[in-house]
């Protein structure tokens, strides 16, 4: 069968944090990494169904939920080859055509894993086979949906995080005019893509990639959260760590309410949020030094979205930029490597 001969093209960005999906037409869904082995244990007592925002899953025997439940942990080496991940990304497919972004039950996806993962450092072989093809062979094992029809991934590109974005960048579509813009692809470009474990550096030029400069350190925005739940914790002197719903309600407004009190949280969030942006930019900067070199340094992912929000990403380079739509710059530029390039 020919590339994406039977199926609809989907741009899947599988992060640690959030899983985006891209498609053709414009639709665009981030839904969060949470699943968990095990069945749901909660039960709509107005038989409301799905409305408990719970889905299962089943996957070689094994029942998994996904969705409003406190996930299991992703930040693991082998995640992007688990049936944690698998189970995670059958979910995103799974709201993104519930939500009219899929038609059909066949998809051929393009997915990335991080860029220390897809290059092996060696000039006479510098992709990882063996590490994309255990990408592939993981997703293409069945996962049930239970209470509604399965989606079948009939293929799956592997290409590096970061080097996605650059596909995004360079490939502009008009209408039904296609362009890979001359001038972008001349240029020297980093990629600094914080993502939710990792940050990925991709350095381009020319359309060739200089795997030298190019990497990942885990440093991403997970690290903040676990060190805002571990702060929260001894700061409230709680039994237990917060949910990652109450982490989320911290992030967004500065409080959390534990026994039906709300507390303020702000400078223990300013804290781990000084804490994240000095490791990455001291390791960006070690990375990529001042940049001289480069024609412009690029920043995508969640992470660099929410801190340029706060004014965190402020001059870390002269020639830097961020990207028009951060978030899905990856998920997108996989869609388009699927339609257009491969």
């Not at 994309?132 to 949906?145: S, T």
């Not at 399965?150 to 490939?171: C, H, K, P, R, Y």
């Not at 030298?212 to 676990?226: E, H």
């Not at 995508?300 to 979205?305: C, N, P, R, V």
């Amino acid at each position: 069968m020919n590339w994406a001969q039977e199926a609809t093209v989907v741009g899947l960005d599988d992060g640690y944090n959030n899983i985006k999906v891209v498609t053709a037409d414009g639709f665009k869904i981030s839904v969060p990494s949470r699943a968990k082995v095990g069945a749901s244990t909660r039960v709509a007592l107005d038989g409301a169904g799905d409305e408990t925002g719970v889905f299962e899953y089943e996957t070689e025997g094994t029942r998994y939920s996904a969705g409003d439940v406190q996930g299991d942990d992703t930040t693991f080496d082998q995640y992007a080859h688990s049936p944690l991940n698998r189970v995670l990304v059958h979910h995103a497919l799974r709201v993104a055509r519930a939500q009219g972004g899929i038609d059909g039950g066949k998809v051929a996806i393009v997915s990335g894993i991080p860029v220390r993962e897809y290059f092996t450092g060696a000039s006479s072989n510098p992709k990882n086979e063996m590490f994309i093809k255990k990408k592939q062979d993981n997703l293409a094992i069945p996962v049930e949906a239970i209470g509604a029809d399965s989606i079948e991934i009939m293929q799956n590109l592997v290409t590096a995080q970061g080097f996605a974005a650059w596909f995004d960048w360079v490939i502009e579509v008009t209408g039904d005019e296609v362009l890979l813009n001359p001038e972008k692809r001349r240029e020297s470009v980093a990629i600094v893509d914080i993502g939710g474990r990792t940050t990925d550096f991709a350095v381009i030029s020319n359309g060739t990639v200089d795997t030298s400069a190019s990497g990942s350190i885990n440093c991403g925005m997970l690290m903040m959260r676990d060190y805002l739940r571990n702060e929260i914790k001894v700061s409230l002197n709680l039994p237990a760590a917060p949910s990652d719903v109450r982490i989320d309600e911290a992030i967004k407004t500065g409080r959390i309410k534990v026994h039906h009190v709300h507390h303020d949280v702000a400078q223990i969030l300013k804290d781990a949020e000084n804490m994240l942006v000095s490791r990455i930019r001291t390791e960006t900067k070690v990375k990529l030094g001042s940049g001289q070199e480069l024609d412009r340094v690029i920043f995508i992912g969640g992470g660099a979205k929410a801190l340029d929000e706060k004014g965190l990403l402020k001059e870390w380079f002269v020639h830097q930029e961020l990207s028009v739509d951060p978030l899905f710059a990856n998920a997108s530029g996989m869609m388009k490597y699927g339609r257009f390039v491969a």
